[in-house]
């Protein structure tokens, strides 16, 4: 299983940027995909998750401005950015929980990152 993520880049202050996250191989299902983040020094944080019900969770510090989104068919999740502030520059970073058949356990998978810098 890979997932793999894009859509990082250099964008504005108040710009808007659209990750996406593709999970790919043998998939049976994923319970949750998640949009983490990583600045230089600090730890890394969860940004935005969704469950495969459409719940979704937020860090208050992009409540408002960002939204997650899955389209369960192509196991993807997106993460509108809006409203972009220099302190959501960081690395992202895709999870999935998930299980490759009905029998086996759930596991965590990691996609490889995607920078985010917002600057003038």
């Known amino acids: 299983v890979q997932l793999q993520a894009s859509g990082g880049g250099l964008v504005q202050p108040g710009g808007s940027l659209r990750l996406s996250c593709a999970a790919s191989g043998t998939i049976f299902e994923i319970t949750t995909m998640d949009w983490y983040r990583q600045a230089p020094g600090k730890q890394r944080d969860l940004v935005a998750m969704?469950?495969?019900?459409?719940?979704?969770n937020y860090a208050d510090s992009v409540k408002g401005r960002f939204t997650v989104s899955r389209d369960n068919a192509k196991n993807t999740v997106y993460l509108q950015m809006n409203n972009l502030k220099p302190e959501d520059t960081a690395v992202y970073y895709c999870?999935?929980?998930?299980?490759?058949?009905?029998?086996?356990?759930?596991?965590?998978?990691w996609g490889q990152g995607t920078l985010v810098t917002v600057s003038s």
């Open positions: 999870h999935a929980v998930l299980r490759t058949t009905s029998s086996s356990p759930y596991f965590n998978y």
């Open positions: 969704m469950f495969r019900s459409g719940i979704t």
